[in-house]
């Protein structure tokens, strides 16, 4: 009700303030009381209810949802929903993997989700700052280049070839010769002879057949008589989704760092890399560098540039180096978006002696020993069979396992190719040889130095006197020891020039030992002329010089001459050919 008598609303307002003021004394609780106090009750005091209350409510975050064009290192990121809470920035987690920003491992995420995402604080990337634009709705963000994934720049897989339908095919290959000669005092000496392949093709694979005739004129002056000889007959079958291949009937086998390779009839399957274009078995060298924004790299090898590449902001890799071997100098130069410009320069080292890591070259054969290719068509000895199998075990580490097994031999050895300091390669293998009631041994070592302008190798070979290997005629003996070394050097104006030693130390005749050297300088824009000397100090006395002269002409044409003294004898030689081109028949 409303009360319109001012002074009654004033009685009744002191009255109600009073009634709040006074305690009210609280009615006695009935009890019984103990035996000695019962005739005096005792009056309990005044009595306070506290009512409980109810906890503060929590302060709510004020979020801010930001749709904004993000620019990562001076590198446009597009538009993502930013959050911001109480100052903080947070970004959605398929954000961090867009930019390729690694996050640290204890990164915790908050309590907010937007379309199944959820969202993550971006201090918590170190090297982190923010600049926000609002008048372009963009974000600026700024971080470590090291919290980028890392970039690598790869050689391109070459994509194979895509294969026609195989149309059965024949083809006929030859290259015939006539010659004649003047002698002094004898008869003229005239001769007429030719290779030829025969080969036929169809889904099933190729087979090819190879022939030589010789002193087809007939001509009774030459020591040898008018024939005909079949030299190999080869089927074979490529498989390239596996880079393998089949050979049935006449080949060679693959030989090792110790062995030789031999002529033989049978079967042969192995690896072969050549069937896919562009494959590269050796390693390439991996050139790293950190970029703090979106960036070119300009890279130089042996101040040639060779490439030109673009990075994103971060660590990156370089792997498509061009494929070179040998050591030399690599300079990168870094530009960035913003000017920046930053030189790495490094040293690098290959061979093609060297198998990618992981990568295994392999081969087996059997059959039976080729003799006398070339003078007899069919001449065939012991049966056999062999394996080579290599292993990239590391980038700078290869290894290599070779044997040979027949009924009267057996032979098995290993070895090694290896990057040592001062950007060398080292290779070293021993093998073990038993059969006929002998067992042998032999070992090789070596080293060699490839740079932009000079070269080195030396390589020594020792074997005891009883070890044998395929295709090593049964009554002769092995080289005791072998030594070989050569140096050449390029000079920039001046030509090249090169040494050479080889020695032989032999078991059952006479030593050897030579010393060589040469000298090469251009002539014009693409003459060359080139001097030779060797002289043989041992075992056989004897000093032989020559000069080389090489002139190419126009068409495919060259015209050689060249000029040699040795001993009591001198000859000199002048030759023009002419060989065909893409669009010659």
Same mark, same amino acid.
């Given at each position: 009700? @409303?009360?319109?008598?001012?002074?009654?609303?004033?009685? *009744?307002?002191?009255?109600?303030?009073?009634?709040? &003021?006074?305690?009210?004394?609280?009615?006695?609780?009935?009890?019984?009381?103990?035996?000695?106090?019962?005739?005096? %009750?005792i009056?309990?005091?005044?009595?306070?209810?506290?009512?409980?209350?109810?906890?503060?409510?929590?302060?709510? %975050?004020?979020?801010?949802?930001?749709?904004?064009?993000?620019?990562?290192?001076? =590198?446009?990121?597009?538009?993502?929903?930013?959050?911001?809470?109480?100052?903080?920035?947070?970004?959605?987690?398929?954000?961090?993997?867009?930019?390729?920003?690694?996050?640290?491992?204890?990164?915790?995420?908050?309590?907010?989700? *937007?379309?199944?995402?959820?969202?993550?604080?971006?201090?918590?990337?170190?090297? @982190?700052?923010?600049?926000?634009?609002?008048?372009?709705?963009?974000?600026?963000?700024?971080?470590?280049?090291?919290?980028?994934?890392?970039?690598?720049?790869?050689?391109?897989?070459? /994509?194979? %070839?895509?294969?026609?339908?195989?149309?059965?095919s024949?083809?006929?290959n030859?290259?015939?010769?006539?010659?004649?000669s @003047?002698?002094?005092?004898?008869k003229?000496?005239?001769?007429?002879?030719?290779?030829?392949?025969i080969?036929?093709?169809?889904?099933?694979?190729?087979?090819?057949?190879?022939?030589?005739?010789?002193?087809?004129?007939?001509?009774?002056? *030459?020591?040898?008589?008018?024939?005909?000889?079949?030299?190999?007959?080869?089927?074979?079958?490529?498989?390239?989704?596996?880079?393998?291949?089949?050979?049935?009937?006449?080949t060679? $086998?693959?030989?090792?760092?110790?062995?030789?390779?031999?002529?033989f009839?049978?079967? +042969?399957?192995?690896?072969?890399?050549?069937?896919?274009?562009?494959?590269?078995? +050796?390693?390439?060298? /991996?050139?790293?560098?950190?970029?703090?924004?979106?960036?070119?790299?300009?890279?130089?090898?042996?101040?040639?540039?060779? +490439?030109?590449?673009?990075?994103?902001?971060?660590?990156?890799?370089?792997?498509?180096?061009?494929? *070179?071997?040998?050591?030399?100098?690599?300079?990168?130069?870094?530009?960035?978006?913003?000017?920046?410009?930053?030189?790495?320069?490094?040293?690098?080292?290959?061979?093609?002696?060297?198998?990618?890591?992981?990568?295994?070259?392999?081969?087996?054969?059997?059959?039976?020993?080729?003799?006398?290719i070339?003078?007899?068509?069919?001449?065939?000895?012991?049966?056999?069979?062999?394996?080579?199998?290599?292993?990239?075990?590391?980038?700078?580490?290869?290894?290599?396992?070779?044997?040979?097994?027949?009924?009267?031999?057996?032979?098995?050895?290993?070895g090694? &190719?290896?990057?040592?300091?001062?950007?060398m390669?080292?290779?070293?293998?021993?093998?073990?040889?038993?059969?006929?009631?002998?067992?042998?041994?032999?070992?090789?070592?070596?080293?060699?130095?490839?740079?932009?302008?000079?070269?080195?190798?030396?390589?020594?070979?020792?074997a005891?006197?009883?070890?044998?290997?395929?295709?090593?005629?049964?009554?002769?003996?092995?080289?005791?020891?072998?030594?070989?070394?050569?140096?050449? @050097?390029?000079?920039?104006?001046?030509?090249?020039?090169?040494?050479?030693? =080889?020695?032989?130390?032999?078991?059952?005749s006479?030593?050897?030992?030579?010393?060589?050297?040469?000298?090469?300088?251009?002539?014009?824009?693409?003459?060359?002329?080139?001097? $030779?000397?060797?002289?043989?100090?041992?075992? &056989?006395?004897?000093?032989?010089?020559?000069?080389?002269?090489?002139?190419?002409?126009?068409?495919?044409?060259?015209?050689?001459?060249?000029?040699?003294?040795?001993?009591?004898?001198?000859?000199?030689?002048? =030759?023009?050919?002419?060989?065909?081109?893409?669009?010659?028949?």
């Open positions: 009700c @409303y009360i319109t008598n001012p002074r009654l609303t004033f009685f *009744l307002t002191i009255l109600g303030t009073l009634c709040l &003021i006074i305690p009210v004394q609280a009615a006695p609780l009935t009890e019984t009381p103990p035996p000695a106090a019962a005739s005096k %009750p009056p309990l005091p005044f009595t306070k209810i506290i009512t409980p209350q109810a906890p503060l409510p929590e302060k709510k %975050p004020v979020d801010s949802i930001l749709p904004l064009e993000v620019i990562i290192n001076g =590198a446009k990121s597009g538009t993502w929903i930013l959050l911001e809470r109480d100052g903080a920035m947070y970004a959605p987690r398929d954000a961090f993997e867009e930019w390729r920003v690694q996050l640290p491992p204890d990164t915790v995420p908050i309590d907010f989700k *937007l379309y199944d995402q959820p969202y993550l604080p971006l201090a918590a990337i170190p090297g @982190y700052k923010f600049k926000l634009d609002y008048a372009s709705q963009s974000a600026q963000l700024l971080f470590s280049p090291e919290v980028f994934a890392a970039t690598r720049l790869i050689q391109e897989k070459s /994509t194979r %070839p895509v294969i026609s339908d195989v149309l059965p024949m083809f006929v030859y290259d015939l010769n006539y010659s004649t @003047y002698l002094r005092g004898k003229d000496v005239k001769d007429l002879g030719i290779l030829a392949e080969g036929a093709s169809n889904s099933w694979g190729v087979l090819t057949s190879s022939h030589a005739g010789r002193n087809l004129s007939n001509d009774p002056a *030459l020591t040898f008589n008018k024939n005909w000889v079949r030299m190999e007959t080869t089927f074979t079958k490529d498989f390239p989704n596996g880079n393998h291949t089949l050979r049935l009937g006449d060679v $086998t693959r030989a090792g760092m110790w062995s030789r390779n031999v002529y009839g049978g079967i +042969q399957y192995g690896s072969n890399f050549a069937l896919t274009p562009g494959f590269v078995s +050796q390693p390439i060298p /991996t050139l790293p560098g950190v970029a703090t924004a979106p960036s070119t790299v300009e890279m130089y090898v042996n101040d040639v540039l060779r +490439q030109v590449s673009s990075v994103p902001a971060g660590p990156f890799a370089i792997d498509n180096f061009p494929l *070179l071997t040998g050591s030399g100098d690599v300079r990168m130069v870094v530009l960035d978006v913003l000017g920046r410009e930053t030189v790495i320069e490094q040293s690098f080292f290959t061979s093609t002696q060297l198998l990618a890591q992981g990568l295994n070259d392999w081969s087996v054969e059997a059959g039976n020993i080729r003799k006398d070339g003078v007899f068509s069919n001449h065939y000895g012991a049966n056999f069979a062999s394996g080579t199998w290599r292993h990239g075990y590391r980038n700078d580490l290869t290894f290599e396992g070779h044997t040979e097994l027949s009924a009267q031999l057996k032979t098995l050895g290993v090694m &190719i290896s990057t040592l300091p001062r950007q390669l080292g290779k070293a293998s021993i093998a073990l040889s038993s059969g006929q009631n002998r067992k042998g041994m032999m070992w090789l070592l070596g080293v060699e130095q490839q740079k932009l302008r000079s070269s080195a190798s030396l390589q020594v070979i020792g005891s006197a009883d070890f044998h290997q395929l295709g090593q005629p049964e009554l002769t003996a092995p080289t005791k020891l072998q030594l070989a070394g050569n140096w050449s @050097y390029t000079t920039e104006k001046n030509g090249s020039f090169g040494l050479g030693i =080889a020695i032989l130390n032999r078991y059952e006479t030593n050897l030992s030579t010393l060589s050297a040469n000298y090469s300088i251009p002539i014009g824009k693409s003459s060359n002329l080139s001097f $030779t000397a060797s002289r043989a100090f041992e075992g &056989i006395n004897g000093t032989s010089v020559g000069a080389f002269l090489v002139v190419p002409l126009d068409n495919n044409r060259i015209v050689s001459a060249s000029a040699n003294a040795h001993g009591n004898q001198n000859d000199f030689y002048v =030759a023009a050919t002419k060989n065909p081109s893409q669009g010659d028949d």
